[in-house]
């Protein structure tokens, strides 16, 4: 597990020993890979929609479930991971960061709860660089990269990043921004009109989660049974 590097924002060669790391590390950065491998393998699931930084979180899942299943045979389920066309977005203030709704900075992120002025505003502030035209290099030009990624992610067409960058190449960054805004609040506003219908219905969100709640018990307390009856808890 590497992503605790990420977290405490390390270079990726440092050392759990050494003493900078050492004095920033935490319980809950080890123990969460084990309480999320928990909370998979409890449910049986079989596969797990991720980012691409989660990835190495379903492997830990993975190796918990081959680690027990060739002591106690085929007990646990091993999860696939499932990933999106856009494994992942980037912060809009940050690009060499990812798009966090903890990070402190509100305008580094899109929530579906946006109205359009307020897309508006996080894209013409979103971080990019001064050179001419748009290309997509993630090195040399993370913001404008990150934005064309969002653009991809948002359109039908199913272009790649770089693709979208030839098309728009001859815009100007305040066009380009324009541009990804639209988009972006053209792909968003049905279901943010869906999220706020929902929102309003009070007593169906609590049936829902109720029901949900049930169906959880039901299924994590049969792999839980088997897990107390293979290991002699039961």
Same mark, same amino acid.
């Given at each position: 597990?590497?992503?605790?590097k990420?977290?405490?924002a390390?270079?990726?060669?440092?050392?759990?020993?050494?003493?900078?790391?050492?004095?920033?590390?935490?319980?809950?950065?080890?123990?969460?890979?084990?309480?999320?491998?928990?909370?998979?393998?409890?449910?049986?699931?079989?596969?797990?929609?991720?980012?691409?930084d989660?990835?190495?979180?379903?492997?830990?899942?993975?190796?918990?479930?081959?680690?027990?299943?060739? /002591?106690?045979?085929?007990?646990?389920?091993?999860?696939?991971?499932?990933?999106?066309?856009?494994k992942? /977005?980037?912060?809009?203030?940050?690009?060499h960061?990812?798009?966090?709704?903890?990070?402190?900075?509100?305008r580094?992120?899109?929530?579906?709860?946006?109205?359009?002025?307020?897309?508006?505003?996080?894209i013409?502030?979103?971080?990019?660089?001064?050179?001419?035209?748009i290309?997509?290099?993630?090195?040399?030009?993370?913001g404008?990269?990150?934005?064309?990624? /969002?653009?991809?992610?948002?359109?039908e067409?199913?272009?790649?990043?770089?693709?979208?960058?030839?098309?728009?190449?001859g815009?100007?960054?305040?066009?380009?921004?324009?541009?990804?805004?639209?988009?972006?609040?053209e792909?968003?506003?049905?279901?943010?009109?869906?999220?706020f219908?929902i929102?309003?219905?009070?007593?169906?969100?609590?049936?829902?989660?109720?029901?949900?709640?049930?169906?959880?018990?039901?299924?994590?307390?049969?792999?839980?049974?088997?897990?107390?009856e293979t290991?002699?808890?039961q």
């Open positions: 597990m590497t992503q605790w990420s977290k405490l390390v270079s990726a060669d440092t050392s759990a020993l050494d003493p900078d790391a050492k004095g920033k590390l935490k319980l809950g950065l080890f123990a969460y890979p084990v309480l999320q491998a928990s909370d998979i393998l409890v449910y049986g699931a079989t596969h797990v929609p991720v980012g691409e989660q990835l190495q979180h379903i492997e830990f899942a993975r190796e918990c479930a081959n680690n027990f299943n060739a /002591i106690h045979g085929q007990v646990l389920v091993k999860p696939m991971a499932l990933l999106s066309a856009t992942r /977005i980037m912060s809009l203030k940050s690009p960061l990812k798009m966090s709704k903890s990070d402190k900075d509100i580094s992120r899109i929530l579906l709860s946006d109205t359009d002025e307020t897309i508006k505003m996080k013409r502030l979103a971080l990019t660089d001064s050179k001419d035209g290309s997509y290099n993630v090195v040399e030009r993370p404008v990269s990150n934005l064309l990624n /969002i653009l991809s992610s948002v359109e067409n199913e272009m790649e990043p770089s693709q979208y960058a030839a098309t728009v190449n815009l100007s960054m305040r066009a380009f921004k324009e541009l990804v805004a639209d988009r972006i609040i792909h968003i506003a049905p279901i943010r009109s869906k999220y219908e929102l309003a219905k009070e007593q169906l969100m609590r049936d829902v989660i109720g029901e949900g709640a049930r169906n959880a018990r039901m299924h994590s307390s049969r792999v839980l049974k088997t897990v107390y290991i002699g808890l």
